[in-house]
């Protein structure tokens, strides 16, 4: 059964949740009768006052939590960049928190949190697709306790608040008709986020566009690395499974060192292998040859979860209709690819 929250009594007695505030904190506004059957009502149902959060209904700490799983990841950068860029003109500070792909460390997060100490979070969970049912209480946990919630590129349909994603499967589909137009007809994918929903959609993508081009899906060329696994071992064994003339590398970090690998192995970049990363990144400009990227634009999407939080903290949005906006992607042409035939 799930926790009695003050938005379930206000509810269930058609009143504000200010009003229930109120009349459980013996407030001299609220009539004693309506007081009185408010507090019974609570005790009835084991409501539990999260005293911190309760302050809030009436007053803002104008600070407001960002929690992301890898600072590393340039998307990331981006996106802090744009949050920050509209909490400064709003007179809000953010405190942001890095989770490094841990859940226990994202729930840990998440619960100093909703003690109060933040108006509202914007989040990326490091949850993989098959841990979110699991990890989705944590998340409820800040809804129940009245504070607003924004999630950003990892997302999950199991919590209701408004989210704000990337089409990845355009992305994926994107990236692989490029490669086709400019004559590769044997890509690889590397992935070091396979069990991701942003993966999986990506892969998606990617097999709708060999469809279309009469090239069949062939699951050895895609694999996943991650810190733990070698690189170079995973693009050795792809290298010597078949004559791979594209690799698309589901992130900048990733797109960097495949390039690295492959050019030591002897290949010339593109005429041999052509390759695409994601994420626009300082990165992939400055590496010879420059790297062909899909942009996510992090920083749109950094000031666009900024705003649609603020406007729930500020209750410029405050009814219950939740909003998931989609943020398309581009595809920066750069030397890493070669030119459309």
Known sequence: MSKL????????????????????????????????????????????????????????????????????????????????????????????????????KESKTLELLSNGSVDGVIISSAAEENELPHHAQHLRELSENQIPMVMFDRVTNLIDCDKVIVDDFEAGYKATKYFIQTGCRTIAIVTPIVDSVISRLRIEGYKKALTEHNIPFDDKLVEATDAKEDLELTLSLLLNYKQIDGIMALDEITAVKVMSIVKSRGYHVPNDISIIGFTNGELSKYVTPAITMVSQHGRYIGETVAKILIDRIENKNSDDHFE????????VVRDSTLKLE
């Open 324 to 331: 998931t906006k989609t943020i398309r992607t581009s595809l």
């Open 5 to 104: 929250t003050l938005k379930d009594i206000a509810k269930h007695f058609k009143v504000s949740v200010s009003t229930v505030s109120k009349a459980i904190n013996d407030s001299y506004e609220i009539s004693e009768k309506l007081k009185g059957e408010i507090k019974e009502y609570a005790k009835a149902h084991h409501y539990r006052p999260n005293k911190v959060a309760l302050n809030l209904i009436n007053r803002n700490t104008k600070t407001i939590g960002v929690v992301i799983p890898n600072i590393l990841n340039y998307f990331f950068v981006q996106v802090i960049y744009g949050i920050e860029k509209v909490t400064d003109e709003k007179g809000y500070s953010i405190i942001t928190c890095i989770t490094n792909q841990s859940l226990e």
